[in-house]
Every structure is written in C-alpha cells, then in structure tokens.
C-alpha cells in the first residue's frame, strides 16, 4: 500500500469541504496502519488509516470515524484529537515520542511559552549531531502560562511526531524550588530534574563578623548533615584540590576555618534541600535512570571556585549524583540580551568551574538565562565544548512576536502596550536593567520598523522577555483570552515562516557554541 496514493484518497473523502494541511514529515507505518497529522484550521489532529477490521494496539479515542474505498477494499480512517489521552497513546505506541535521559552528552534546553515553537527547535538541531531538551518549563513559567507540565510535554510529543525527529530529547522540570513540586513533574513523565535551592542560600554569610557567623555555624542541623562539628572540620581542613591551568600553572583550592565556616552557613541548607529532592526522586525512580542538575545561579553573587569546591564536596558525600551544576558566573546574565560584563572576567571565572568540574565529576556546566550571550560562546566552545548545557527560553517566545510584528503589526502594538503596563509588577523576580521609559510610543513606529525597535532594543527585548505570563494569561472582562488566541493563528497562518524564524535564531546559538554543521 502506498502511502500517499491512500493519503489522497482519504484527503478526497475526508477533506472535500475543509482546507487540511497534512504534515508530510509525520507520515509513519506501524502494524499495519498508516499514522500522520493534519490541521484543520489552527487545530492539528491524529489520523489513523488501517483495515477495516483492525483493531488498533492502542487505545487512541476517535473524535470521527468513516470508511472508504481503495481499490475494492474497505479501509476505516480515524480521526482524533491532539489531546492529553491521545498524547499517552501516542508515547506508548511511538517510543521516539517519549523524553529520556540524555546524561553527560553536550546538549541544548529550548523552552517554549506557547506551546507551538517545538517543531522550529527540531529544525534548528538538525545536523549538528546535538541533543535537545524540548520539554523545558520551570514551575514559575508554568504559573505565569496557565500551562501545566502534563501539557507542556503533550505538546512536545506531538510536534516530535510531526517533525518525524527520531534521536532522542530530554523533559526538564526547571528549577524546582519545592519538594512536592517533584512528583508532578514524575507524573507528568519528565526525566530531567533541575533543583534551585536558592531559597536556602544565606547570602549574608560573607559579610557576618566571625563571632556571627561562628555562631550560625554551631546553629547549622548537623543531625540532617550526618557529621558531627568536629568531623566536618577535620575532614575540610586537610581537603586539597590541585587544578592545572592551561598556561602551565597550578592553582591549589584549600580551605581556612573562616571561609569553610562561610561556605557552611552559606551553603549547608541549600545543599540538604537538594539531597531531599534527589531522595526523593530515587525513590519515584527506583532503577529507572533520569538527569539531575543543580542550580546555584540565582545568587546575589558569583560562586567561588572554592563555594564550587565545597558544593560538589558535600554533595559527593551524600552520594548525590547529579549530571549538571549552573554556576552563578561573573558578570550579569539579563534575559534576552548579550553578556554585560568584562569577558576577561568571564573566561577566567568559567575556567575555574570548568576545571572543577573535570577534576571532581565528570559533570555538565550548565548556563542558565544562556540565551543571546552571543560574545560568550566562543569562550564557552573553546573552553568547555563537550560538557556543558545552554538553557534557552524566552528567545523563542520574541522570536515568535517576529512574525507577529511582520504580519499583524497592529497586535504587536497592542501587545506591546499591555507589556509595557505589566512590567513593573512583572519584572519583580529577574534581574533587569530594562528602561521602559526609554521605549517609544508604538504608535509613532511605522509597521516596517516595528521589529528593530522593539526586538533589536535590548530593554523592548527584556519587556517584553519578562511580560509573557501577562500576555499569555490576559483575559477580557467576558473571559476570553486577549492575545493567546491570536497569537496563535498569527503564527499557524504563517506556520512554516514562524518555523524557520525560529529555527534560524536557534541556530545562531548552536553554531556559536558548538561550531559549524
């Protein structure tokens, strides 16, 4: 049986009086049966094409059902939904639609606020032998969306089987700042887990006077530490790491009482929120393998080279085993816009880590908020290639308002209107230097320029970065959704452009990271 001589035959019966799209690369055979998307209007759906009688493996649930004839023979189509239940079907019977582990493997985080930028993410990896982590969403963008994890993996899962992307991805439950927020994310089905114990962090312990912070040191739970004061001295105090820079000189990371003491304080909570969250999910897991990274970049300074040191040390001894650590670098990584700092500075801290982490792990350097740090990734390439992950999010979300200036500048307008309200009570939880006074009135911004003075404006990048739960979220006072829907169709009229917009702005990333294809 041919599949596309069948596909036009149920085109013929199916879509005589609708426009379909069908998405070629979706078209699969599997136990006798042929599988692809299509989209009715904005609404993609699963079509199943087998014998008459045949009785699928897996219980997808129809929203209709029909017969039709090819050549004398009876054959049943179904039509369903793109829905959750649909969703299990599909990863139950498509093993390629499924997140797995990616381990120590260099690979790329590519978060999508929409919920329809995947299918740009895989274009933009092709051919670079990278593997991605499609389903990436924190539990603060989860709120701010009106998402949930469930949904944010649904959503990947169709668009892998739409692009027909058979290597492989990863689904990242983002900086997991609560212990139950855990076992959704299990539930959900994500086998990547990045815990952000920034909320235990005592970022004053670098300044207390030493009778303080001796005396916050003896207040620390050494029960839950599992070591005794004297022990945790003794064991610190002979600790050695000898690291060998490139130039051919050496750099020995010890540790005095003072500054064991401050890491201690500063970090000892932290560090047994992460082990309760490691426990916590090896006991959801059981065998099952699944990638734990471990977030530090929300400090209000960068870490050390000897805080990294002792970080990993206390982690090692409570046989935690994680697969990324992200550092809180030197310098300032706003959203949505390049390094601001000295690269100098950059390079020298980044190599510290980098070193640490060969000397200790192996495990990935991780960059949080990496996205458009474009003068950083020829450091990172030359320095870290083959161990380090790029957490990007929001980029794909401005990129997707592109195409939203470039066909329907008026919404843009709009939407920048309503970000540039919400930002000051947006913009509470980032770290931004954005002006909105210095952003012009839309209104005055001929179509044409739309894009570059809005989307080529470092602080019109961050508004409107940092205003996407707004956005995504508004509702009129009869309920219905101010801008979501319309974003949407904008992107599905324009779906192979918004593609490509995308996959072109991704790209740039990888090629600056991992080189050329």
């Not at 050390?304 to 990993?312: G, N, Y």
């Not at 101010?482 to 452009?497: G, M, Y």
Request: hydrophobic fraction near 40%; charged fraction near 30%.
């Amino acid at each position: 049986m041919k599949y596309s001589i069948v596909i036009d035959e149920f085109m013929r019966v199916y879509g005589a009086k609708k426009p379909l799209k069908i998405y070629e690369r979706s078209v699969i055979r599997r136990g006798g049966c042929i599988f692809f998307l299509i989209r009715e209007d904005i609404e993609k759906k699963l079509v199943i094409i087998c014998p008459f009688k045949y009785t699928l493996p897996e219980r997808f649930i129809p929203e209709e059902e029909g017969i039709f004839k090819f050549r004398d023979k009876n054959l049943r189509y179904i039509v369903c939904k793109c829905d959750g239940e649909n969703a299990l079907a599909l990863r139950r019977m498509f093993t390629f639609t499924r997140p797995r582990p990616l381990g120590l493997t260099p690979t790329i985080g590519l978060g999508d606020r929409i919920g329809i930028a995947t299918p740009g993410h895989i274009r933009a990896i092709k051919g670079f032998g990278l593997l991605p982590v499609l389903a990436q969403q924190s539990i603060r963008e989860i709120q701010r969306t009106g998402r949930t994890l469930r949904e944010v993996l649904d959503g990947v899962s169709w668009a892998v089987f739409q692009e027909g992307y058979r290597m492989g991805f990863a689904a990242d439950a983002d900086h997991l700042k609560r212990e139950e927020d855990v076992e959704d994310a299990f539930q959900a089905g994500f086998t990547m887990y990045t815990v952000d114990p920034s909320d235990y962090v005592d970022s004053e312990a670098d300044n207390y006077p030493v009778s303080v912070l001796r005396e916050r040191f003896n207040g620390l739970p050494w029960s839950e530490m599992g070591i005794g004061i004297e022990r945790f001295l003794k064991v610190y105090l002979k600790k050695r790491l000898t690291l060998y820079l490139p130039d051919g000189k050496i750099r020995e990371l010890r540790f005095s009482e003072e500054n064991l003491m401050r890491a201690a304080v500063k970090f000892s909570n932290a560090i047994l929120f992460i082990v309760r969250v490691y426990r916590r999910l090896k006991s959801l897991f059981g065998r099952r393998r699944f990638d734990f990274e471990v977030s530090i970049d929300e400090t209000e300074s960068p870490i050390s080279a000897l805080e990294h040191f002792f970080i990993v040390s206390e982690l090692r001894r409570f046989g935690v085993r994680f697969h990324g650590l992200a550092p809180r670098f030197a310098g300032r990584f706003e959203k949505a816009i390049d390094y601001i700092g000295d690269l100098k500075e950059f390079e020298e801290n980044f190599l510290m880590h980098v070193l640490i982490s060969k000397a200790l792990g192996p495990y990935k350097i991780s960059i949080h908020s990496g996205s458009d740090k474009f003068s950083i990734y020829p450091i990172v390439s030359r320095l870290a290639p083959d161990m380090v992950h790029l957490k990007t999010s929001g980029t794909s979300y401005l990129e997707s308002l592109r195409v939203i200036a470039r066909h329907e500048p008026n919404l843009f307008r709009e939407i920048i209107k309503y970000s540039l309200k919400c930002f000051e009570s947006d913009r509470r939880s980032y770290f931004t230097s954005a002006d909105p006074k210095s952003m012009p009135n839309p209104d005055d911004i001929p179509d044409r320029e739309l894009e570059r003075a809005f989307l080529e404006n470092s602080s019109g990048r961050q508004i409107l970065h940092i205003t996407f739960g707004s956005i995504l979220t508004a509702r009129s006072e009869d309920g219905k959704w101010l801008f979501r829907e319309r974003i949407k169709r904008v992107l599905l009229d324009n779906e192979e452009e918004f593609y490509e917009t995308i996959a072109a702005h991704i790209r740039r990333h990888i090629e600056g990271l991992f080189g050329q294809k």
